[in-house]
């Protein structure tokens, strides 16, 4: 039985199958994503949706969806769903799904009267080019299928209106079609294995609704072109392959192309499985330099958001090559930016404060995977210029204060944690001063930095500085930060502390070095189990604290408000479980074994197979923001992993 598979009395209920999402990627930042049922929820939805270079790589939907159509008879049944204004569906096409099976590719099952149908969408890797395999596995009678493409030709964060400035020129391909609506786009290629009638109708679709946009309080519906239709007999036990891309291919190759992609596929038959393929999915590769994106459908590339998710979501699968050409890409705008204080025009937020600390402690899950000489000898250099860099006070903002060798940073104009929500340009959370993770993070990275250079002699006097350095800092961290409540304050300034309990200071605690002994680690944990923990990670605040907002719902503002203030991360449920087994040892590998259950059920909810941006803090935790987050996914999987050299 397939681990991710939904029959008929599931899909027919638009209630349960609208809220499932899927997506597939093709490692060069396009991407298909729709509802399970095939009904676009949301703008950012789409067949083929690609980034463009010449529009700053954002990405645009080009293909919106296609509505296939049997026809016997003379009797057309139309397997489609769109949903138009006043929330009407037309047509019903979900009522045919007999069921949807996602453990290889997206597979869904129609029946038809007597006709079977099964429709398959693969992604072609690092190319913009999507297929359909169409099946016609049962039919008692002569049967034909017709195709009607919805185009959008538009940026996803936007609509489309019905207007008079496109082109709704068609050229004739090799088995196909080729259009084009706006200038500044790329050509549409739509093609079949078999040559198709192509049928010109040209008219708009006007009124469909996104009802996810409609929940979210953002504009919701849309006008879409339809150029025409395609038609193609088909015969009981034939396949025929659809291909929609930005280039011509040779439809004799489609077999083989579908063929070569699926062997390649790792199918999703366990939650580590289900996971390890949507880490693959946020692989962005442009000629030699290869990336990691922050999350679907609306992510970018983030300095902060790569760092934290590369050893998961490489290490952790056992793709050390990606680990490097991915850290090898970032590194060089990290260079450039250490060196000459250029930003990047391709990695946002390279100019953080805290990003050479989050560098080099993905550095070190590099060394606790494949060895500290590997580590040694592949980012020693880079490590060691990092931290000279911040003890130079090379940084336009992070300061070592040569009294106590904490660092500080200002916080109050902009945003400079992962807790980045704004209002009006302002930091709705002004963390400024001492923030708890940054400086845990800068004792850790000193402490391993020694670690790993404790045998090479050319770096004797860094190594010392970095000792020194970490052994001013340990108590004045302590006094700092550790309060009479046996948590950690969030931020200090002066002679402000942040009372409020939040997440930040159970990195303090998950490091491989912490400032905290053994006793205080477990005072803090304790209070993250109590007033923290959830089934779907750790909350941004305790429901304790003024101010405690669970849910992330209501108009854009709302939701901005609401983003650090009480939805769980489950990206924190990994230095939540590393503090977990650094106080207990072996007997805490159950507890956390059990607390992975949370995240399993998820598998089969939202986008399935991958893990949303955040879950809402209270009951019953749903999930929201992007649809699926790189950091999420590799915290969970490297947890994963970790779990299993404990059970070894």
């Keep these: 039985m397939s681990y991710l598979k939904f029959d008929k009395n599931l899909m027919i209920n638009l209630e349960q199958s609208l809220p499932k999402e899927m997506l597939r990627t093709n490692q060069a930042g396009a991407y298909h994503c729709t509802s399970i049922v ?87 890797s690092k190319e913009n080019r999507i297929l359909i395999r169409y099946t016609l596995v049962e039919a008692h009678s002569p049967t034909t299928l017709q195709f009607r493409p919805f185009l959008a030709f538009r940026d996803v964060n936007d609509l489309c209106m019905a207007n008079g400035n496109l082109n709704g020129d068609v050229t004739p391909v090799n088995n196909g079609v080729a259009t084009c609506l706006y200038h500044g786009y790329p050509t549409l290629y739509m093609q079949f294995s078999r040559k198709p009638e192509w049928v010109s109708d040209g008219h708009w679709y006007n009124g469909i609704e996104y009802v996810k946009d409609l929940e979210r309080g953002v ?51 366990s939650f580590f499985n289900c996971l390890k393929n949507s880490a693959k999915q946020f692989y962005i590769s442009e000629g030699d330099d290869q990336y990691i994106i922050s999350g679907f459908p609306w992510g970018t590339i983030i300095a902060r958001n790569t760092m934290m998710s590369l050893p998961g979501n490489t290490l952790a699968i056992d793709h050390r090559g990606d680990f490097e050409k991915i850290m090898a890409t970032a590194w060089r705008d990290l260079k450039k930016f250490v060196e000459t204080g250029e930003r990047s025009q391709r990695i946002h937020g390279i100019d953080l404060p805290d990003i050479p600390l989050w560098t080099i402690w993905a550095v070190q899950q590099y060394a606790k995977s494949e060895g500290k000489e590997a580590a040694l000898k592949t980012y020693g250099d880079m490590v060691g210029e990092l931290l000279n860099y911040i003890l130079a006070d090379g940084h336009p903002n992070l300061r070592v204060n040569g009294d106590n060798g904490m660092i500080t940073s200002v916080g109050t104009s902009y945003p400079i944690s992962w807790m980045n929500s704004t209002l009006n340009g302002r930091p709705i959370i002004p963390r400024t001063g001492y923030l708890v993770e940054f400086n845990a993070l800068w004792y850790n990275a000193l402490l391993f930095a020694a670690d790993l250079f404790e045998n090479d002699a050319n770096r004797d006097g860094d190594r010392q500085r970095y000792l020194d350095c970490a052994a001013k800092m340990k108590q004045p961290f302590v006094d700092t930060f550790l309060n009479g409540y046996g948590y950690l304050y969030d931020y200090v300034d002066g002679n402000f502390a ?40 750790l909350r941004t605040l305790s429901p304790k604290s003024y101010g405690y907002r669970p849910f992330y719902l209501g108009s854009p503002e709302e939701r901005e408000l609401s983003l650090h203030e009480g939805p769980a991360r489950p990206w924190l449920m990994g230095f939540y479980a590393d503090a977990y087994l650094k106080v207990f040892g072996l007997s805490g590998v159950g507890y956390i074994d059990r607390m992975m259950i949370g995240f399993e059920d998820e598998m089969s909810q939202g986008c399935i197979g991958s893990l949303s941006q955040l879950y809402d803090g209270n009951p019953p935790f749903a999930g929201r923001g992007a649809i699926s987050h790189a950091t999420n996914v590799a915290e969970v999987l490297r947890t994963t992993r970790n779990l299993k050299k404990f059970n070894q």
């Excluded at 037309?90 to 129609?110: A, L």
């Excluded at 088909?234 to 291919?249: D, L, M, N, P």
């Excluded at 070095?513 to 304790?526: C, E, F």
């Design 219 to 269: 504009p919701y519906c849309e006008d879409l072109w339809v150029p025409g239709y395609f038609e193609i007999p088909i015969k009981k036990g034939e396949s025929i392959i659809f291909s929609a891309g930005v280039e011509e291919v040779s439809p004799r190759s489609l077999n083989k192309m579908y063929e070569t992609e699926i062997a390649g596929r790792t199918r999703r038959t």
């Design 498 to 537: 942040s009372p409020e309990v939040r997440p930040n200071m159970v990195i303090a605690i998950g490091l491989d070095y912490s400032p905290l002994d053994r006793r205080q680690r477990k005072s803090v944990l304790d209070v993250a189990t109590r007033e923290l923990l959830t089934p779907k990670g």
């Design 38 to 124: 095939g009904c676009n929820t949301r703008k950012q939805h789409g067949l083929l949706v690609i980034p463009i270079a010449e529009k700053d790589y954002r990405p645009h939907v080009l293909l919106s969806s296609l509505d296939e159509t049997v026809i016997q008879h003379g009797a057309p049944f139309n397997l489609g769903i769109h949903r138009y204004q006043g929330g009407v569906y037309s047509p019903n096409g979900h009522k045919y799904i007999r069921e949807f099976d996602c453990e290889n590719v997206p597979r869904t099952t129609y029946r038809v009267g007597g006709v079977i149908l099964t429709k398959e969408k693969i992604f072609i």
